[in-house]
């Protein structure tokens, strides 16, 4: 077990290194200038070399990507003398348009991406398994077809347009909700709730659907299967069968689904939070797409990786938790 | 003492198959009955309309009375309460099922429990005590592995395990032994035999190969298209078959005493 | 994105045979799934009609109307319903005055073409690929393997974002077909390398191989006709996911620049004006959604012609 857990942590490392290259790469290689995105739209051609030698742009690619790896290690400074910029660990570049090292940006907007994602998360996981296993359980039933047809609606739609249309309907013309602004969780949880509840019913209108066509398919394999015919035959009660014996194998690629899907909104729901307006991770790297800011996009792309790499892991520590012959080999 | 009566049992499916089509069975209690018949033949659809475990789309007509009740009218309560407890089933393929997820003594456990008060600790020790005397050697051990830890015959022998945990009057065995290696066979039949004796359990045995139903059934009912072609004792079926049918069934049970024969014959040719 | 990971099906070990005339009338049988293919199919007369249309209807998507819109109310359609009227049939956007009509057809056209695009290369890419990796098995197989999984692991949203917002000035279309495909040929290429492995070994492979038939032979004439079938399957998933990912880019400013219209973008314009002006986003929101939801329908009555037994994962 701790020897897969090492060989699972090195594999996570050396996919997170191909993705900074892979990152970095890009960068590196489009036309696009760093400097000017960092010069703004203003910029002197003396001010533009100034930056240019800061950022280190005028040596070789692979000093720069060692410069970037050294800085997310253990910080780094840009420049040199008084002019220098401090960029402490871990240095994941730093944003001249707005004068912040970007971990530091990043940071400060994982509150309100974390907020979002695990509320919509909670939210589709309730009711998309709920009704996957409703309707597996009654397969053909007009609950089934109507749950069924719904799934498929909310799977298609784009969800900014659901976004739109929740703050027409709720705010503007109903108006039950305020405005959603970024209240922290500590200082007024009602607050809070109110400018979370579209951006969770948002994403859990796309999710549930994925996630109760997902429940049902899973729960119509498990339930035709022999050992589930065994637990009948035992003579357990109808309620133990299904939830024992039929949901917790049907779970298991559920889980996985998860884990992918809420390591992604953690590194920032990047549609939604830019439609409401809230300052996540996914607004930062909005906003830098707009003003061009290059450091930031290569850091929020470099975060939000992160999330999904570590989301894989973490699914595959808890597939070897939950079923036993991955356990075994493991 | 009649344990089980079965009588013009009708099973239907929606894709409009008759599997079994007027069955009628008897079954005294402590006894064993060979069912036999090809693939095909009814036999496990039998077992299962028993049980009231058909799948959703098989409808199942006639009488089917156990103990002195009538199964077809008792509802999904009752006849849960009867399932494991009163009639417990053997399937075919032990792999498939037991379930992956959970130990093979929490699930022996979960079937007494589901029939008695009793504690979890109380359980697992039942469910242990019934692992030893299905020959699970360092049972204490094995209790707490997974059924793929398991081989084929071991895993049939927790199967049987978990069947006889409550004493079933009737014990379902639908072809236990035939996912399983020639030698292996061997064990678990004697394995049947040996707690037939010690319970006085009733068994259903259902079965393709008719040298199974020799070495433990003391009736034997073939079948074919889900009709009942021939009954009688083992011995006079086996020694004196009536139908060419069954005459060809006893045919394909190769014997280590008789004279080999230029090629096996099959069904077609001889029924 | 999550519709991506509904949208890619396994789509069975079963191998679905080549029998289209069943196939079809299986289809055409349901009613849903024939009305999703006559909106699919007026979408694509649509689209190809569009010049026609803006022709018929006298306005053409990027000419300016000052005169719908409401100066003295910051350029909000006059009229009712974002300035519907019999000159323009679905209203005006704020400010400039632009048919909204012709630049809903016109935004139908970059949206197909691109889904249907980036969906051939996806398609090709992953099937190639996935072949080799099937079929010759070994370090081809292990690199293949790693790549996929390494590509569906990406965060593809954002890196998608990334890439294109890292190549100012390359049109954008084109830009949009090569990052689409590229993200989305591992979904065609796990696929077609589990169905490759299996028939690699099949019988009906073995036997041409005894009777003397070459590599390439066997791969084109016996392994690439059996997996028509789940291919099929992949890329009617793939076409809503790529036009969902194609508005959500173009959203997101990294699609499809203006003045060439986009239904992605369009919603973006219409986010300051939707308060006062809702039918602006309401209609390319609606479209958009109409859609991809009848690609959906299709896709999965698709997967459940060639496999019934098969499931969305």
């Given at each position: 077990m701790i020897l897969y857990l090492l060989r699972r942590l090195a594999v996570t490392a050396a996919v997170l290194l191909v993705i900074c290259a892979a990152t970095f790469a890009i960068f590196y290689l489009m036309p696009a200038d760093p400097a000017q995105g960092a010069c703004g739209k203003a910029c002197s051609p003396e001010r533009l070399a100034t930056i240019r030698a800061t950022l280190g742009l005028d040596r070789s690619p692979f000093t720069q990507f060692g410069d970037y790896l050294g800085g997310i290690l253990s910080g780094r400074a840009f420049g040199s003398g008084a002019a220098a910029v401090q960029c402490p660990f871990p240095c994941l570049g730093f944003s001249f348009q707005t004068n912040q090292p970007v971990w530091e940006l990043l940071t400060s907007r994982l509150p309100v991406s974390i907020s979002i994602a695990v509320g919509a998360a909670v939210l589709w996981l309730a009711v998309g398994v709920a009704a996957g296993v409703v309707s597996a359980l009654r397969r053909g039933s007009l609950w089934d077809r109507a749950a069924m047809t719904a799934a498929l609606g909310g799977v298609s739609l784009p969800i900014y347009f659901t976004a739109l249309v929740l703050q027409y309907l709720l705010v503007v013309q109903l108006n039950v909700l305020p405005y959603p602004t970024a209240v922290p969780l500590t200082e007024d949880p009602i607050g809070w709730a109110q400018s979370m509840v579209m951006p969770w019913i948002t994403l859990a209108m796309l999710y549930s659907g994925v996630y109760a066509r997902v429940t049902r398919s899973e729960m119509l394999e498990s339930l035709g299967r022999n050992y589930v015919r065994t637990a009948r035959a035992k003579g357990l009660a109808e309620v133990t069968v299904v939830r024992r014996h039929a949901l917790r194998p049907a779970l298991m690629p559920i889980v996985t689904i998860f884990g992918m899907d809420l390591g992604a909104l953690l590194g920032g729901a990047l549609i939604t939070e830019s439609v409401f307006g809230l300052p996540g991770v996914g607004k930062l790297a909005a906003d830098a797409i707009a003003s061009a800011d290059q450091p930031v996009i290569l850091g929020v792309t470099l975060f939000a990786a992160s999330f999904v790499v570590l989301a894989n892991l973490a699914v595959d520590l808890a597939y070897a938790a939950l079923d036993p012959r991955v356990r075994a080999v493991g | 003492m009649t344990l089980l009566t079965v009588r013009n049992l009708v099973v239907d499916f929606s894709s409009g198959v008759r599997a079994v089509a007027g069955l009628d069975l008897d079954l005294a209690a402590g006894q064993v009955l060979g069912v036999v018949g090809e693939s095909g033949s009814g036999k496990s659809v039998t077992s299962l309309a028993l049980l009231g475990l058909l799948p959703r789309d098989a409808r199942a007509s006639g009488e089917i009375r156990f103990d002195g009740r009538e199964l077809t009218r008792l509802d999904q309560r009752a006849l849960r309460r009867l399932r494991g407890n009163r009639i417990a089933m053997v399937f075919q393929d032990p792999l498939s099922c037991l379930n992956p997820y959970y130990p093979v003594a929490f699930q022996i456990a979960e079937a007494y429990r589901a029939h008695h008060r009793a504690g979890r600790k109380a359980a697992h020790r039942v469910a242990v005590r019934m692992l030893e005397r299905v020959g699970i050697p360092e049972a204490e051990r094995r209790?707490?592995?997974?059924?793929?830890?398991?081989s084929g015959g071991m895993r049939q022998r927790v199967m049987i395990a978990m069947a006889l945990c409550l004493e079933p009057d009737l014990l379902i065995a639908d072809e236990p032994t035939t996912a399983l290696d020639v030698t292996v066979q061997a064990q678990i039949l004697d394995l049947l035999r040996e707690l037939r004796r010690e319970t006085g359990t009733a068994i259903m045995l259902i079965t393709h190969d008719m040298g199974v139903v020799a070495g433990l059934a003391d009736q034997v009912v073939v079948m074919r298209d889900g009709r009942a072609v021939e009954r009688g004792a083992v011995r006079d079926v086996f020694h004196r078959p009536q139908q060419p049918y069954t005459r060809g069934l006893l045919a394909c049970v190769p014997r280590i005493d008789g004279p080999l024969p230029h090629r096996l014959p099959t069904l077609s040719e001889t029924a | 994105m999550s519709a991506r990971v509904a949208g890619s099906t396994r789509a069975g070990s079963r191998t679905a045979g080549t029998a289209q005339v069943p196939v079809l009338r299986r289809l055409l049988s349901q009613r849903a799934t024939a009305l999703a293919l006559a909106t699919v199919a007026l979408l694509v007369l649509v689209a190809l009609a569009a010049p026609l249309i803006t022709w018929l209807t006298g306005s053409s998507p990027t000419a300016f109307h000052g005169e719908t819109v409401d100066p003295a109310l910051g350029g909000l359609p006059r009229g009712t319903a974002g300035g519907i009227s019999a000159e323009h049939w679905l209203g005006v956007e704020p400010v400039n005055g632009r048919d909204v009509l012709a630049r809903v057809v016109y935004g139908a056209r970059v949206s197909l073409l691109v889904a249907v695009l980036a969906t051939a290369v996806s398609t090709l890419l992953g099937t190639a690929l996935g072949l080799l990796a099937g079929f010759l098995g070994g370090w081809a197989d292990t690199l293949i393997g790693r790549l996929m999984d390494l590509l569906m692991s990406f965060p593809s949203l954002i890196f998608m974002i990334a890439l294109i917002s890292a190549a100012p000035g390359a049109d954008r279309r084109l830009l949009l077909i090569t990052v689409l495909g590229l993200f989305g040929w591992p979904y065609v290429g796990r696929i077609v390398r589990g169905q490759a492995m299996v028939l690699a070994r099949g019988e009906f492979v073995a036997a041409a191989r005894v009777l003397g038939a070459s590599r390439r032979t066997l791969l084109l004439r016996e392994v690439l006709p059996n997996l028509t079938g789940p291919v099929l399957v992949v890329a009617t998933m793939s076409i809503p996911a790529c036009i969902a990912t194609e508005a959500g880019l173009s959203f997101l400013g990294v699609g499809v620049q203006p003045p060439t219209p986009s239904w992605g973008q369009m919603i973006a314009s219409a986010v300051p004006w939707y308060a006062s002006d809702p039918a602006y986003f309401l209609i390319p929101g609606v479209l958009l959604f109409v859609t991809v939801l009848a690609f959906n329908v299709l896709g999965d009555a698709v997967r459940d012609a060639l496999d019934p037994r098969s499931k969305p994962r």
């Open positions: - | 209790a707490r592995s997974y059924p793929h830890e398991f | -």
